[in-house]
């Protein structure tokens, strides 16, 4: 975790050792989140996106028997939990008026929460107050895990966030199939 001199917290950095881990951590994520929060989730193909997102709805009460999937091709899943919790993928627009027919500013400006993908491909209507996550490959299972709170709001809860986060603790090793 990074804190500055005045023990206010910038931003802390994970290691997730394994899935397990990731899906963990996106379920303490989804507990914490409030209406209107939005999740900018950037790392290359296979980081570990979708993977948290599930964790993220579980732990605002999608049922597990919901299929948390990836909305590639549909740009926009939602799923109902404690709050809406709405999946953009936007890594298939080429610019922000083929979104024109979807609902993605009631994602991102509605009562729910939005979870995205390819945030940057919003360009300049990416809301600044909003929480980035990087996730980076380390090797086939580890990642790095980056998260931030942006704007006013999000930064006064960096504090409860990395204390939250930081108590996660996977109970059985992770382990490798065979």
């Given at each position: 975790?990074?804190?500055?001199?005045?023990?206010?917290?910038?931003?802390?950095?994970?290691?997730?050792?394994?899935?397990?881990?990731?899906?963990?951590?996106?379920?303490?994520?989804?507990?914490?989140?409030?209406?209107?929060?939005?999740?900018?989730?950037?790392?290359?193909?296979?980081?570990?996106?979708?993977?948290?997102?599930?964790?993220?709805?579980?732990?605002?009460?999608?049922?597990?028997?919901?299929?948390?999937?990836?909305?590639?091709?549909?740009?926009?899943?939602?799923?109902?939990?404690?709050?809406?919790?709405?999946?953009?993928?936007?890594?298939?627009i080429a610019g922000i008026d083929e979104l024109d027919?979807?609902?993605?500013?009631?994602?991102?400006?509605?009562?729910?929460?939005?979870?995205?993908?390819?945030?940057?491909?919003?360009?300049?209507?990416?809301?600044?107050?909003?929480?980035?996550?990087?996730?980076?490959?380390?090797?086939?299972?580890?990642?790095?895990?980056?998260?931030?709170?942006?704007?006013?709001?999000?930064?006064?809860?960096?504090?409860?966030?990395?204390?939250?986060?930081?108590?996660?603790?996977v109970e059985a090793p992770c382990q490798k199939e065979?």
């Open positions: 975790m990074k804190e500055n001199s005045s023990k206010k917290v910038k931003g802390f950095l994970l290691n997730s050792p394994c899935e397990e881990y990731s899906l963990l951590l996106g379920e303490k994520i989804g507990t914490l989140l409030e209406a209107g929060d939005i999740l900018a989730l950037r790392g290359e193909l296979a980081s570990g996106k979708t993977l948290l997102t599930r964790g993220i709805a579980r732990g605002l009460g999608v049922s597990p028997e919901v299929r948390v999937t990836s909305p590639t091709f549909t740009i926009i899943n939602e799923y109902q939990g404690r709050l809406c919790l709405f999946h953009l993928d936007l890594y298939r027919t979807l609902p993605w500013r009631e994602a991102l400006f509605g009562s729910g929460a939005a979870a995205i993908e390819w945030p940057d491909r919003l360009g300049r209507l990416l809301p600044g107050g909003r929480w980035d996550i990087e996730l980076s490959i380390i090797d086939d299972e580890n990642r790095a895990i980056l998260i931030r709170g942006r704007g006013p709001k999000n930064r006064r809860r960096m504090a409860k966030w990395a204390e939250v986060l930081d108590t996660l603790r065979e």
